[in-house]
C-alpha cells in the first residue's frame, strides 16, 4: 500500500489553530536564540509549522510583531506587594526586577531599549514607577518628567551593560592591567552588580534631593 505523502513543512493544516500570543510566543523562542535581526516572518512560518501567508492574518509586518512580542514580554512584569516599604525600597527593587527581566530577554531588550516607544503607559514597569514616586508625595505635576528622567537612567544603564559597553569601559585606563602589562579583564557578574547598586545609590540620593527641593518650592 503507498504510503500518503506529507505535504510540505508550513503548508500542512495546523493541529491547533493560529493565535497572536502563540505567534508573539514562537517569536520571542526565536529572538532569544537568535537576535531581532535574524527573525523573519519566513522562519517564524517554519517554527510554528504554518503557511508564512497565515501569519499576516494575525500581524501585518515585522515591526507590528516585535511591537506585540515587546508587548508581552513586558507583560510579565511583575512588581511585589511593596506598599509597606519605604519608597526608596519599592524604588530599588523596582529597578531590580526589571534588570532582571531584561536579562532574561537581553536580545529583545537591547533592540526595544533604543526605541522611544518602548514604554508605554499601560506598562507595569511605568505604572509602578509612577505609583512609587506618588507614595515618595512627589507633586503629581512632576511624576511625568521625572518618571520619564528615571526611564532614560535605567535603560541606558541596562542598554550599556546588555551591550557589553559597561563590562568595558571598567578596563579603560586608570584601569590596573595584568602582570605583563595585557589589558584589564572585564569584571565578574558580581561586579557588575556592585556597580549597578552604585548607580541606584546615586538615582535615589539624587531623587531624595529633587523631592526636597520640589517640596520647598511656593
Known amino acids: 500500500m503507498e504510503k500518503q505523502r506529507k505535504a510540505p513543512r508550513g503548508t500542512r493544516k495546523r493541529d491547533v489553530p493560529l493565535t497572536q500570543d502563540g505567534i ?46 515587546a508587548a508581552l514580554v513586558g507583560s510579565h512584569f511583575r512588581e511585589g506587594k511593596r506598599e509597606d516599604m519605604p519608597w526608596q525600597g519599592r524604588m530599588r527593587q523596582l529597578a531590580l526586577d526589571f534588570r532582571a527581566l531584561a536579562h532574561r530577554h537581553p536580545k529583545l531588550m537591547e533592540y526595544s531599549f533604543a526605541r522611544a516607544d518602548y ?19 512627589l507633586p503629581a505635576s512632576a511624576i511625568p518628567r521625572v518618571a520619564a528622567s528615571l526611564c532614560a537612567v535605567f535603560t541606558g544603564l541596562l542598554l550599556s551593560e546588555l551591550t557589553g559597553a559597561l563590562q568595558r569601559w571598567t578596563t579603560l585606563p586608570p584601569a590596573p592591567s595584568g602582570p605583563d602589562g595585557e589589558a584589564a579583564s572585564p569584571p565578574a557578574k558580581e561586579v557588575v552588580d556592585t556597580m549597578f547598586d552604585y548607580a541606584l545609590d546615586a538615582t535615589i540620593a539624587g531623587l531624595e534631593s529633587q523631592i526636597a527641593r520640589t517640596r520647598k518650592e511656593p
Open 119 to 137: 514604554v508605554q503607559p499601560e506598562d507595569p514597569f511605568w505604572r509602578g514607577l509612577t505609583d512609587t514616586l506618588a507614595a515618595a508625595e
Open 24 to 69: 508573539y510566543a514562537m517569536a520571542l523562542k526565536l529572538i532569544d536564540a537568535d537576535g531581532v535581526e535574524a527573525l523573519t516572518m519566513r522562519k517564524l512560518a517554519t517554527a510554528l509549522d504554518a503557511n508564512p501567508m497565515s501569519l499576516y492574518h494575525h500581524v501585518p509586518n515585522k515591526e507590528a510583531l516585535l511591537h506585540g512580542v
